[in-house]
């Protein structure tokens, strides 16, 4: 039988025995017993020269193992018989067996791999926070500019205020124009008080919540001081101080003619705008005036805003009443006459008096003299007009005539009386009138 030599390429791979510094028979681990089987083999090999790529022993056809990168010596195979364990050699620290195909390599992670990796890691990061730290930049830089648009707006307004010009201040308010279109104390005569009267704090405590910035700034007018709280925010590009926070809502009775800071208001103006500043109010009525210390009030900030001092009676006007009132009585005390004008009756049981002839005493002598006149409650829902009584006691004596007709005379004949009189003060001189 003739066996085909062995061709490199047709499944039977050929290999080098006996690269220096290795030991190419299996369990050698030394020269000496590398050198023990080489002359072995030699001896052998005069008596039997086997072709190329064959094994000894039973003539099985075995092949040559390739050789295994990173494993140099081992590039053969072990001949194995039928029914026989792999046999396993020693490949460095560990064995392989000799019919198992090669396993998996590990290749060892490139050190330049990792370094781009973590650089591209980095620049990742980096970007991040440069791009969220110039974002909260920008977002704090945009804030702190509104701030201060905010807070200028804030001091041009207070700063008018205290100038006295009324279009000024109104310039910094989001406000209708219709709303103050009109308002007679939206003037610079309203508010010209305020150049003397009125003083602010130029720092301002902000607070910022969704596009407004609250300030609270410190106001003082005369000798009173107060922090006011108004929101400014963004109208078509400029900054605006909320109308509703500093327009106050001054309310006038129906009917009501006052005069605020000399300026006429009403009788058809109920509701007015009116500007932080210090306001005396006075009545338009001659014969009636607000209670001393209750005619000066001061604004600070939005409200509604109404008048609440008490209207008096102005001086001199009292003086008057009575003498209207002392006119009145004595012209019931002439009459001479029973009930006459003042409706003073005399009841007799057996008879009556006869008018003109009868003489009336007062007591006390000038009763107009104690005369009660209400100081207060004087409205214009009341046309300015109260009642008030007049107590006194009449003693009359006279000629009278009895029912059987015959005449004879009485005297010192006594009653209590309450006299009752209307007052008008609406107009420029007192009206009194005799009720009952």
């Known amino acids: 039988m003739t066996t085909p030599p062995n061709s490199p390429g047709q499944g039977q791979p050929s290999g080098t025995f006996g690269q220096r510094g290795q030991y190419p028979y299996p369990g050698s681990s030394s020269q000496s017993e590398a050198d023990s089987h080489a002359r072995h083999s030699s001896s052998a090999s005069q008596q039997s020269t086997p072709q190329p790529g064959y094994g000894s022993g039973s003539g099985q056809q075995v092949p040559n193992r390739p050789e295994q990168p990173g494993q140099p010596g081992f590039n053969y195979y072990v001949p194995q018989r039928p029914n026989q364990p792999a046999v396993r050699l020693r490949q460095g620290p560990q064995f392989r067996s000799s019919t198992a195909g090669p396993g998996p390599q590990r290749k060892p992670t490139d050190p330049v791999v990792i370094k781009r990796r973590r650089l591209v890691v980095l620049i990742v990061i980096a970007v991040l926070v440069l791009g969220i730290g110039t974002y909260l930049v920008v977002s704090r830089s945009a804030s702190r500019a ?22 000024e201040a109104l310039d910094y308010l989001d406000v209708d124009p219709s709303v103050v279109d009109g308002q007679p104390l939206l003037t ?23 596009g407004i910035f609250t300030q609270q700034a410190s106001i003082q007018i005369n000798d009173t001081t107060r922090v006011v709280e108004w929101d400014a925010r963004q109208i078509d590009g400029t900054w605006k101080i909320d109308a509703s926070d500093v327009l106050g809502q001054f309310t006038l009775s129906p009917g009501e003619s006052v005069l605020i800071n000399d300026i006429p208001v009403g009788p058809d103006a109920a509701s007015l705008k009116i500007l932080p500043g210090s306001y005396t109010v006075e009545s338009a009525l001659p014969l009636l005036t607000y209670a001393p210390g209750q005619a000066n009030f001061d604004i600070f900030t939005g409200s509604q805003t109404a008048i609440n001092a008490d209207l008096i009676i102005a001086d001199g006007v009292r003086e008057r009443v009575v003498d209207q009132v002392r006119e009145i009585l004595d012209a019931c005390v002439a009459e001479k006459t029973s009930p ?31 005369l009660t006149i209400p100081d207060t409650g004087w409205r214009a829902s009341d046309s300015f007009t109260q009642t008030f009584p007049l107590r006194y006691q009449t003693s009359a004596s006279g000629n009278g005539e009895m029912d059987d007709g015959t005449r004879g ?9 309450t006299s009752y009189f209307s007052l008008d003060l609406s107009g420029e001189t007192p009206v009194v009138k005799l009720v009952s």
């Open 146 to 167: 509104s701030q201060h648009q905010a807070e200028a707006a804030m001091t041009g307004l207070l700063t008018a205020l205290q100038s006295g010009d009324v279009a």
């Open 188 to 210: 610079d005569a309203a508010i010209a008080g305020n150049r003397e009267s009125f003083a602010f704090n130029p720092t301002f405590v902000t607070k910022h919540s969704g």
């Open 340 to 370: 006459g004008t003042c409706n003073w009756v005399l009841v007799f049981t057996n008879g009556h008096a006869l008018d003109g002839t009868i003489t009336w005493t007062l007591s006390p002598e000038d009763p107009a003299a104690g």
């Open 409 to 417: 005379r009485f005297e010192g004949f006594s009653s209590n009386r």
